[in-house]
């Protein structure tokens, strides 16, 4: 098993318990990595007899590493604390074999506990205790496809047709891990397009509008998910971003989630609809490694 650290940065290290060879940084104990802690939630009665099971939550996940530097100790060590940034969230990447899984997370203690500092014991607090794929999945419901490829060659008096509209008003975004997870929605403008809406379609009841008209070139950014929820405008008159949170139908809106197995996705909009694109980011997530 490899564990490595990738900070948001795009600095890292790695460690493993795999040998030989020898790793620079070997990895002696690894707490956290499997299993979980689950919260339930009853109410009670009078004359009731037990309780009632109301809901139940995951705390966050606690990981603690124990490595042993073997080259270059003092570098080593240095590089270390460089990469973890305590002001900012990580991602601890799982390898084994084939399975590839990432979780973020923080630090919350580093120590070491020899004289020549060769024995480092890492703590990390990961907010979100699901695992997921390393690669983001991406599903378009309405895009453009490019017809063209080089050399390209233009008939006089026919034209050429440089992109067709691929429309689909219903497409599954398959989670294929085993926990519910967030999405990034994301609606780009040709046009103008006013309110843009995506739906649950397996009920037709749950959805997320922005009050909004979007011009061409502008892009409205959904994303749910625990501890991740928020909107951003892009104006591309001007170039600038905001926090388009006040723009969703906050009474009535339901941050969608994808549910393991198959989640069926529609679009629309008040006006204009045919101008959007409509692209949907996720990733499967996972409880076990």
């Avoid at 891990?177 to 037709?204: L, Q």
């Avoid at 405008?233 to 198959?262: K, Q, V």
Wanted: net charge negative; charged share 20%.
């Amino acid at each position: 098993m490899e564990l490595t650290y990738i900070a948001d940065s795009g600095a890292s290290f790695s460690c493993s318990n795999i040998s030989p060879p020898m790793p620079a940084i070997l990895l002696k104990e690894a707490d956290g990595l499997y299993g979980y802690e689950n919260t339930p939630y009853t109410s009670e009665q009078g004359g009731q007899d037990g309780s009632k099971f109301v809901g139940s939550k995951l705390t966050p996940r606690s990981i603690g590493l124990t490595l042993k530097l073997l080259k270059n100790v003092v570098e080593t060590r240095n590089t270390i604390l460089r990469t973890i940034n305590p002001k900012s969230l990580g991602a601890l990447r799982l390898t084994r074999g084939k399975l590839t899984r990432d979780i973020r997370c923080i630090v919350q203690k580093v120590d070491t506990n020899t004289q020549d500092g060769s024995i480092m014991n890492l703590y990390f607090l990961c907010p979100n205790p699901y695992w997921r794929e390393e690669a983001e999945s991406r599903v378009n419901i309405a895009t453009w496809q490019p017809l063209f490829a080089y050399p390209l060659t233009i008939e006089q008096g026919i034209g050429f047709m440089f992109g067709e509209r691929t429309e689909q008003r219903v497409i599954n975004a398959r989670n294929e891990g085993t926990a519910t997870a967030g999405m990034r929605v994301v609606f780009e403008a040709r046009s103008e397009v006013i309110n843009p809406k995506i739906t649950n379609a397996m009920d037709g009841t749950q959805y997320m509008l922005a009050n909004v008209t979007l011009q061409a070139g502008d892009m409205l950014t959904i994303q749910t998910g625990s501890g991740e929820k928020k909107a951003t405008l892009y104006r591309a008159e001007g170039g600038t971003e905001s926090n388009a949170f006040s723009l969703l139908d906050i009474d009535n809106i339901t941050f969608l989630e994808l549910e393991p197995g198959d989640n069926y996705l529609s679009y629309s909009a008040d006006s204009g609809e045919s101008a959007l694109t409509v692209v949907v980011f996720y990733y499967s997530s996972y409880l076990e490694v």
